[in-house]
């Protein structure tokens, strides 16, 4: 019995995670609009699933700052304002820009070329308007790359923050092909810190984070119009 129950909760915690993640797409394709509430049940029946799983998924959601409880009503997903967005831009510019030289001096350049087949990576899901796969391989270069810096704290502000930040509505702005300009910007950092330029890493970095800034705004925009 204690092995059956085991698995019952793995189960269980696998729809969590996959519900989470259809959730997420649904985010950041614009199906689920800012400002609006939505139900679990009405949500659970358009993904084929119990309401269960939905409403742990959208608390998970919550944690992340991405949607809001509503009492008796669901969860409304979070609006960003024009100050969020600078708000967040001006956080990781604190964060990553000194970071992003501190490492370009520190770092070996093996752990710098291990990093490499992640940034062709986001290039080539942006070419392919691969959506999900660009921010699962952004995600995971950004952070493997802070974490070369040896402080794991950074590590969690920033991921939370990128969490925060979600780029709602990107879906319309992948498919104009505007994302492999911003994608190009990893391997050109990479670059510059295999190349000990860390000033120029830096300014690297400011940049693309600059051109994130104006992703988001595009993105929010879509996703409200």
Not at 55 to 60: G, I, K, T
Not at 144 to 164: F, S
Not at 175 to 201: F, I, K, N, P, W
Request: with cysteine; net charge negative; aromatic share 4%.
């Amino acid at each position: 019995m204690p092995h059956l129950k085991s698995q019952a909760i793995s189960v269980q915690t696998h729809l969590r995670d996959q519900v989470g993640d259809a959730l997420r797409a649904a985010l950041i394709a614009g199906d689920l609009r800012p400002g609006v509430v939505y139900s679990a049940p009405t949500l659970a029946a358009e993904l084929g699933v119990s309401a269960t799983p939905v409403r742990e998924a959208m608390l998970d959601l919550a944690r992340e700052g991405l949607v809001e409880a509503v009492r008796n009503k669901g969860f409304r997903v979070t609006e960003m304002t024009e100050r969020d967005l600078d708000e967040f831009t001006e956080i990781r510019a604190l964060i990553e820009v000194p970071t992003v030289g501190r490492v370009a001096a520190t770092a070996t350049a093996e752990q710098l070329e291990a990093l490499r087949p992640l940034a062709q990576q986001i290039v080539t899901a942006a070419q392919k308007h691969d959506v999900l796969k660009y921010l699962e391989a952004d995600h995971r270069f950004h952070l493997e790359l802070l974490a070369l810096a040896g402080n794991h704290h950074l590590v969690e502000v920033v991921a939370d923050l990128r969490k925060r930040s979600r780029l709602f509505g990107l879906g319309s702005l992948n498919e104009t092909g505007r994302l492999v300009a911003s994608a190009q910007e990893h391997v050109d950092l990479l670059d510059l810190m295999a190349a000990g330029r860390g000033g120029e890493a830096e300014e690297c970095m400011r940049r693309h984070l600059a051109h994130v800034r104006t992703l988001w705004a595009d993105g929010r925009t879509n996703a409200e119009d």
